[in-house]
């Protein structure tokens, strides 16, 4: 059997899982735990397609869609930061929102066909065989998610400014004996979260099934949430899940494809078991998750007067 | 504070007479639509909301219809059916398979109610069943199949192991075989009736398995898209994707419930309603194929003659001699499946890969 288109299609279904993997991570590192991913990528998918099928430019459809995300990050943002509500609580209410709002937006875009995005060959680098393909064979959206996850890694790790961050999610109020703007920089970690959510959700619309359909993203916004714990806020972990979650997804449906007899009801279960179990693994070295969960997480910041 | 109390007692007796006034004024009957899935799936749901639609259309302002979408088969259906059964609907459609047992339930309940489910084998004196013979469909599509796939291997893109699915993949076995004889089948099953990423993940695999033909029982144009996308040809479910897949389309079962909804709600107005079961198929004009495309003249010759020969009855989809997975003779030569065997068909025909979940 044929390997590589099998590993082609599992990139790209890995893809928006670890587009909004991504910025939900930076968003948890800050402290601020935003549940509503999913309500995001939807009005990211929507928005996306509208312009898509209003412009017909893939540039604009794609910007369209993150900045959409963006803005439903920033309603989070003024409800959880500046107005001190509880982030669980708002985060769940702006997933419903997310899905009910884009449903209501696409009723008027469903039935409508789309080209899915050009494949963006990089010069002659495709050609190389094998690994041509895998790595430089893809659409826009799916460099991005490579770059995305390899910038973000070594922004937390490696940079002044993400250790900023990282300061802000241990703990805020030394942070902000420090000087340091924690509203501010937190502001800006759920923009950006909002930003990889809405482009995860303009993937989905625009390129992997270019059609709108209600809830469209089928979980995958509780995924990227679970995988970002699955990785313990570790960028590359992050992006291991991410495409052991999507592996397993596409070779289930193969084994299935083969004749091979087990329960198509087991086999769809296998994704999330296969999650829960490397967790298991993951969680028998306390020491390393104690050290990587931001401790501030989900604590609403007062600012003392 | 006796006037207060007094007139409160006043303001109450009017308002009570008010609103019945407005139930009493309002003459038309109430219809109702239960439906699994959106409107916008451009598939199962959608051909069924065509048909409420048409309804609409020929009976105006006799009656008003109500629909309810996204329904999950499951204890919220019933919630759902029992809603419209108590708000005054005379007649209820209930539109998918799984709402079979909260429509006997809710029926129970309300014997004055007319339900009629789609595709179900229970009635009761005030529950009706109706369903289309897709199977002539798909044994047409399965003809055509058979005649342009070059690899020999079809990919079928399936919802829940129910007795319909396995007679619709045996069927388009059977269609193809009756060309050619060395075809196969391999089936993915996605155990949703809509997910349209899912259903593309599973149109995907069975591409990269080698097959070039893409037939599905789920609602989403995503399986076509991908055929589209790889360069492959499929067949469209419950209405016409050729606008999704414009190159790869070679035909697809349309449903088309319009007339049987309103000869029954007229029934229902006019009291001439009795429960039925009723399953019509081509000669009836419950199913209907989309235009032939993307496929060589003779080809489409041969599949219109298929139509044809069905639609007459001279040829039924499931003719003897049928054999099983084991090679056992299901059907004999010169019989044809009685309505039992096909309606709780639980055995797949020599020739598709794998074996039927439980």
């Known amino acids: 059997m044929d390997l590589l288109p099998v590993a082609l299609t599992i990139i790209t279904a890995s893809t928006p899982l670890l587009l909004a993997a991504t910025g939900e991570l930076v968003t948890e590192k800050a402290g601020v735990l935003n549940l509503g991913v999913e309500g995001m990528m939807l009005i990211g998918a929507i928005a996306a397609f509208a312009a898509a099928v209003s412009t017909g430019s893939g540039l604009i459809a794609i910007l369209v869609g993150a900045f959409s995300g963006v803005a439903v990050a920033a309603i989070f943002a003024v409800l959880t930061l500046t107005c001190l509500a509880n982030q669980v609580a708002t985060g769940l209410a702006l997933t419903i929102f997310g899905v009910g709002l884009s449903a209501l937006v696409g009723s008027n875009f469903v039935g409508i066909s789309l080209e899915p995005l050009p494949q963006l060959n990089i010069g002659g680098l495709s050609t190389i065989p094998i690994l041509g393909d895998l790595l430089f064979g893809h659409d826009v959206l799916v460099y991005l998610s490579f770059i995305m996850i390899l910038l973000v890694g070594y922004f937390l790790s490696k940079t002044r400014s993400g250790l900023i961050l990282r300061a802000v999610g241990e703990s805020h109020d030394s942070a902000h004996a420090l000087g340091y703007s924690v509203l501010t920089v937190r502001y800006l970690a759920v923009l950006f979260g909002g930003f990889m959510s809405g482009l995860a959700g303009s993937y989905l619309s625009l390129v992997y099934t270019p059609l709108w359909a209600e809830n469209m993203t089928a979980g995958r916004g509780w995924i990227a949430l679970a995988l970002v714990v699955f990785g313990t806020w570790r960028a590359g972990r992050i992006a291991f899940g991410a495409y052991l979650f999507g592996a397993i997804t596409i070779l289930q449906l193969h084994v299935q494809g083969w004749g091979i007899n087990i329960a198509s009801q087991f086999m769809t279960m296998l994704p999330y078991l296969a999650t829960v179990i490397v967790l298991v693994f993951i969680s028998s070295d306390k020491m390393k998750i104690r050290i990587n969960a931001p401790q501030s997480i989900g604590k609403v910041f007062y600012p003392p007067r | 504070m006796r006037i207060k109390s007094f007139l409160r007692e006043i303001l109450a007796v009017f308002s009570i007479a008010a609103l019945s006034c407005v139930g009493v004024a309002n003459a038309e009957t109430k219809v109702g639509f239960v439906y699994v899935g959106p409107i916008g799936d451009h ?316």
């Open chain 2, 43 to 358: 598939g199962w749901t959608y051909r069924h909301n065509v048909g409420r639609l048409a309804v609409e259309k020929a009976l105006g302002t006799q009656i008003k219809t109500t629909f309810v979408e996204s329904v999950k088969e499951g204890p919220d259906s019933e919630r759902v059916i029992r809603q419209l059964a108590s708000t005054g609907h005379k007649v209820i459609y209930t539109t998918s398979f799984g709402f079979m047992n909260p429509t006997l339930k809710v029926a129970k309940k309300f014997p004055n109610v007319r339900f009629e489910h789609a595709t179900g084998y229970k009635q009761s004196k005030n529950v009706g069943t109706y369903s289309a013979r897709f199977y002539e469909g798909r044994y047409i599509a399965g003809v055509i199949a058979g005649k342009v796939s070059k690899t020999n291997k079809i990919g079928y893109v399936a919802s829940f192991p129910i007795p319909e699915v396995v007679r619709g993949i045996n069927a388009f076995l059977l269609g193809a075989r009756s060309v050619n004889p060395e075809m196969t089948i391999s089936v993915v099953w996605v155990n949703s009736w809509y997910d349209p990423g899912k259903e593309g993940d599973a149109a995907k695999a069975l591409i990269d398995q080698g097959a070039d033909i893409i037939s599905q029982h789920t609602d989403s144009p995503a399986p076509l898209q991908v055929a589209e996308n790889r360069g492959v040809k499929g067949f469209g479910q419950a209405s016409d994707m050729i606008k999704f897949a414009p190159k790869a389309q070679l035909s697809a079962i349309v449903n088309n419930w319009d007339n049987y909804y309103v000869e029954r709600t007229k029934a229902a107005i006019d009291g001439s309603w009795k429960s039925q079961d009723v399953w019509y198929g081509l000669k009836e004009g419950m199913v209907k194929m989309a235009p032939y495309t993307n496929m060589s003249d003779d080809v489409q010759a041969l599949a219109k003659k298929t139509e044809e020969a069905i639609r007459s009855g001279a040829l039924h989809p499931f003719s003897g001699p049928i054999k099983d997975q084991t090679g056992k003779i299901v059907v004999e030569a010169g019989k044809v499946a009685d309505a039992g065997m096909l309606l709780g068909m639980n055995f797949y025909v020599e020739g598709v890969q794998g074996s039927l979940p439980k």
